[in-house]
């Protein structure tokens, strides 16, 4: 089956600080970006890469992209939302396929991953990685806080893996401030939504400490 991995970083990076967003700074001397790119290729050798990028910096993009096979990367711009960013992403999607929807600064990801998610959502229909949490947790109520219990949560990861005729349908849906990632929406509709084992280094780039961490993690594993 076709595959599509939709990589969305549209995002300005204002948490990260400085003027360059967060999945154009270097990690191990390459973008953060590059490492996500790398991922994806090497994971599968007939995925299509969809890479959504600020209209801004899309100059940047093309010089990362242009360090792989330049037939496997399309780009196209993002929206005001992760949700019109996603969307127009899967514009770019013209073929019943299977549709890897990730973030660009989950530059950790491996191979193994997605392909586990590729595996998993063609059996169940839709792939979500997770992990449990490992903290305390605790939840906003009207009267203050309290604690709920931690075994029962799990952490939501990328790449979420859906047919493109499901996700596709989904991002036709009118926007809503529920919709903080793909299976948000997808269950919107009624889908169930299959969650599987994600991996802990499986990070999202969101501050400069997470750049150490990446760091250390990459030098770990060589």
Request: charged share 25%; glycine share 6%; net charge neutral.
């Amino acid at each position: 089956m076709q595959k599509y991995a939709v990589i969305v970083a549209g995002g300005s990076g204002i948490r990260m600080g400085g003027e360059v967003p967060k999945q154009f700074q270097l990690l191990k001397d390459k973008p953060v970006l590059w490492h996500t790119l790398h991922a994806f290729i090497d994971a599968y050798d007939d995925v299509q890469i969809i890479l959504v990028l600020p209209e801004n910096h899309v100059e940047r993009g093309r010089e990362i992209a242009s360090q792989f096979p330049t037939h496997r990367i399309r780009i196209t711009t993002g929206g005001e939302t992760r949700f019109q960013s996603v969307k127009n992403g899967l514009r770019l999607v013209d073929s019943h396929s299977l549709v890897f929807v990730h973030d660009g600064v989950r530059c950790l990801v491996t191979p193994q991953l997605i392909r586990r998610c590729g595996e998993a959502a063609l059996e169940k229909d839709n792939a979500i990685p997770a992990v449990a949490a490992i903290e305390t947790v605790r939840i906003q109520t009207n009267d203050g806080n309290m604690p709920i219990d931690r075994n029962k949560v799990r952490v939501i990861q990328t790449p979420q893996t859906f047919f493109s005729n499901v996700i596709k349908q989904a991002f036709e849906q009118p926007y809503e401030e529920s919709f903080t990632d793909e299976a948000s929406v997808v269950e919107k509709m009624g889908v169930k939504i299959n969650l599987i084992e994600g991996e802990r280094i499986n990070i999202k780039i969101t501050t400069p400490i997470d750049l150490v961490v990446a760091a250390k993690i990459l030098e770990q594993k060589k």
